[in-house]
């Protein structure tokens, strides 16, 4: 059985007041909820502090991150590489987010890149594919969903996938409050995990696959109710612990 997960992408949002606001209200909502894993991306800055107060609270929430760079070290400005991301305790990396893709020019070669790179650091990537508006209006929804897959499979093998999770996000669906319909989500889910299976069965039947775009406490048990929807990423949903938490809630229960 996959076990979902939902995690929350915080995006350019916080201050530490919120982090410590956010950790202490979802703590305190999703005490005694069993049976999904829950994780948190704040902004690399607070990575810190987020992970002195999950510790201090021995908080069983995950901690992640937003972005990774493919240097280890050395002249390379800015850039944050998978060790840094470890020693504050951030487990869950996502990569390939549409809004890296849009504008920070990311392709997907560069995106596999960074999937390589953290599972060298035995980090788990959280690969973000998705098609835009004009895509999904021209029927391309699964061949870009497929190439942006292949990007990874093509060079790393199909068994790469094993211990990662991808999320599905429409770009049209990102922050619009125009969500993809549970039966549409299944359905590309379904796709996406076939294209999966034809290389592997196996690891096609184990990786989890996140929906992500304009979840809400109200739709969330519907994408959860669905086969092969096993967990969400959230936007602005996650910066409120209580709807974040109403989101985990219905994860466990439709998955119990
Ligand atoms: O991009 C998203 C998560 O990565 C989704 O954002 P929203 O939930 O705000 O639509």
């Known amino acids: 059985m996959r076990r979902p997960l939902v995690m929350g992408n915080w995006k350019l949002n916080g201050s530490k007041a919120m982090v410590a606001d ?3 209200g979802l703590d305190a909502q999703l005490a005694g909820v069993e049976g999904v894993d829950v994780a948190i991306a704040p902004p690399v800055m607070y990575l810190d502090l987020a992970e002195q107060l999950l510790g201090k609270a021995e908080s069983k929430i ?4 937003q972005n990774v760079d493919v240097n280890a070290s050395g002249a390379f400005t800015g850039d944050i590489s998978p060790e840094m991301l470890k020693d504050f305790g951030a487990t869950h990396i996502i990569i390939g987010h549409s ?3 849009d504008y920070h020019a990311e392709s997907d070669e560069y995106v596999a890149k960074k999937f390589a790179f953290l599972k060298e650091h035995g980090l788990v990537p959280v690969l973000c594919i998705g098609e835009s ?6 029927g391309e929804t699964v061949a870009v969903c497929a190439r942006q897959l292949d990007a990874v499979i093509n ?3 199909v068994e790469a996938l094993n211990g990662a999770v991808i999320a599905y996000e429409p770009i049209w669906a990102i922050g619009t409050g125009k969500a993809a319909t549970a039966e549409d989500a299944q359905r590309i889910h379904a796709e996406i995990r076939a294209h999966i299976a034809a ?6 039947k184990n990786v989890v696959i996140q929906y992500g775009g304009s979840v809400k406490p109200e739709n969330a048990e519907a994408y959860f109710a669905q086969p092969d929807i096993d967990g969400a990423l959230v936007g602005g949903a996650a ?5 974040f938490a109403a989101i985990a809630k219905a ?3 439709a998955k119990a």
């Open 62 to 65: 995950l901690l992640g991150s």
């Open 155 to 157: 060079t790393q093998g």
């Open 199 to 204: 290389k592997s069965e196996e690891v096609a």
């Open 239 to 243: 910066l409120n612990a209580e709807s």
């Open 99 to 101: 809004e890296r893709r």
């Open 22 to 24: 956010l950790i202490k």
């Open 251 to 253: 994860a466990a229960a």
């Open 133 to 138: 508006e004009a895509q999904n209006e021209a």
